[in-house]
């Protein structure tokens, strides 16, 4: 079983930057970075594959950026010019296959989540 640690999460300011990890305890495969909002579904913002094939969002794509270091089973989430809503607990995941994915039922392993709050 596959553990997984988010964090990097916290208060900002709309415009700011931030940078999350996801340490995992063991080999992972495909990664990915969901987002839920209050009130609202889990929804997926970027993924990359075990090769480094990356997905985004349109909500994020140019702003974020998922990169992985398999050497240390982490994966990073960048995310520039951040908006209010942007504001979510973000988690990270983890499948047992090589490719990504935008549904959250694909994945297996599944981190605590770590808040991002982004004022205006």
């Known amino acids: 079983q596959v553990q997984l640690v988010e964090s990097g999460g916290g208060l900002v300011q709309a415009g700011s930057s931030l940078r999350l990890s996801c340490a995992a305890s063991?080999?992972?495969?495909?990664m990915g970075w969901f987002r839920q909002a209050p009130g609202k579904e889990r929804e997926n913002v970027a993924a990359?594959?075990?090769?480094?094939?990356?997905y985004y969002a349109d909500s994020v794509k140019g702003r974020f950026t998922i990169s992985r270091n398999s050497a240390k089973d982490t994966v990073y989430l960048q995310m520039n010019s951040l908006k209010p809503d942007d504001t979510a607990v973000y988690y990270c995941?983890?499948?047992?296959?090589?490719?990504?994915?935008?549904?959250?039922?694909?994945?297996?392993?599944w981190g605590q989540g770590t808040q991002v709050t982004v004022s205006s």
């Open positions: 063991g080999r992972t495969y495909a």
């Open positions: 990359i594959s075990e090769s480094g094939i990356t």
């Open positions: 995941a983890g499948r047992r296959t090589p490719a990504p994915s935008v549904r959250d039922y694909d994945y297996t392993y």
